[in-house]
C-alpha cells in the first residue's frame, strides 16, 4: 500500500489451485483491505501471466476482467501488454482528463494486442488523420486504422453515453467515415481491457468479411 509516505509490502504464500486455500486466501485479503491496505496479487498467482506485473485482488475487479485475463493469457502476453492491460484496466477518474488518459490507455493496449496478434500484425496504425472534412477541421482523426481494408476502430469514453452532443457527434462522424468507403468498429474504451473477448472477436470477424470482398 502506498499512502503518500511509503510503500507497504505483505508477502502471502498460498496455492490459489486448491480451493480451500484460495477461499481463505480471499478472506485474508479482505481483512487487509479492511485495514487500508490495497491488494495486488502477484501475476504468479496466476498461470501464464507476467510475474511483474500485478493485478488487483478486489472481488469485483476479478469478476469484470477475469475473462480478459484468460484470453490474454491464451493468446500470449509479455510484460509491456500486461502493463498496458493493467492502465487499462484501472478505474476512471471522473474529472475530464482522467477520461482521457483512460481512454489513451484502452487504445494504447487493444494497438499492442493487435499487434501481437499474428492475424492482426501490422494491419493497423494507430490515431491516424485522413483527409476527410470534420468539426471545422480539414481532416478527421480515427483512433485505429486498416488502411488496406478501410477499417477504422474508435474507442468511445463512457461519458459520450450521457452527452447528447458526444454522440451526435460520433454519429456524424461514423456516417462520413462509411459514406468514403470505411467499415466502422465502435466500442466503449473500457470494454477493450473488460471484454475482450468480444471486441477482439468482433475485429476478426470484420477483418475476415473486409478480405471476402
Known amino acids: 500500500m502506498y499512502d503518500g509516505k511509503r510503500e507497504v509490502r505483505v508477502y ?20 487487509y483491505e479492511a485495514v487500508g491496505y490495497a491488494v495486488l496479487l502477484p501475476g504468479s ?12 485482488a478486489d472481488p469485483q475487479w ?3 476482467y477475469a475473462a480478459s485475463v484468460r484470453r490474454l493469457v491464451r493468446d500470449g502476453v509479455d510484460v509491456p501488454l500486461a502493463n498496458l492491460f493493467a492502465k487499462a484496466a484501472k478505474m476512471v477518474e471522473p474529472d475530464a482528463e482522467g477520461v482521457q488518459r483512460a481512454r489513451s490507455a484502452s487504445e494504447a493496449f487493444l494497438y499492442r494486442r493487435l499487434e501481437s496478434l ?5 494491419l493497423f496504425r494507430l490515431n491516424v488523420e485522413l483527409p476527410i472534412p470534420f468539426d471545422g477541421r480539414g481532416r478527421m482523426e480515427v ?4 488502411a488496406e481494408g478501410r477499417v477504422a476502430i474508435e474507442l468511445d469514453g463512457g461519458q459520450h453515453l450521457a452527452d447528447a ?5 460520433d454519429r456524424r462522424k461514423d456516417a462520413l467515415l462509411q459514406e468514403n468507403g470505411y467499415f466502422v468498429l465502435r466500442f466503449l474504451a473500457e470494454d477493450a481491457g473488460k471484454h475482450l ?17
Open 143 to 146: 483512433d485505429l486504422l486498416w
Open 165 to 169: 452532443e458526444a454522440y451526435r457527434r
Open 62 to 64: 476479478k469478476c469484470d
Open 118 to 122: 499474428p492475424e492482426t500484425a501490422g
Open 12 to 31: 502471502d504464500y498460498a496455492d490459489l489451485n486448491v480451493p480451500m486455500l484460495a477461499r481463505m486466501f480471499e478472506r485474508r485479503c479482505r481483512g
Open 45 to 56: 498467482a496466476v498461470p501464464g501471466w507476467p510475474a511483474e506485473v500485478p493485478l488487483p
Open 197 to 213: 473477448d468480444a471486441v477482439l472477436d468482433a475485429v476478426r470477424r470484420c477483418l475476415s468479411h473486409r478480405r471476402q470482398k
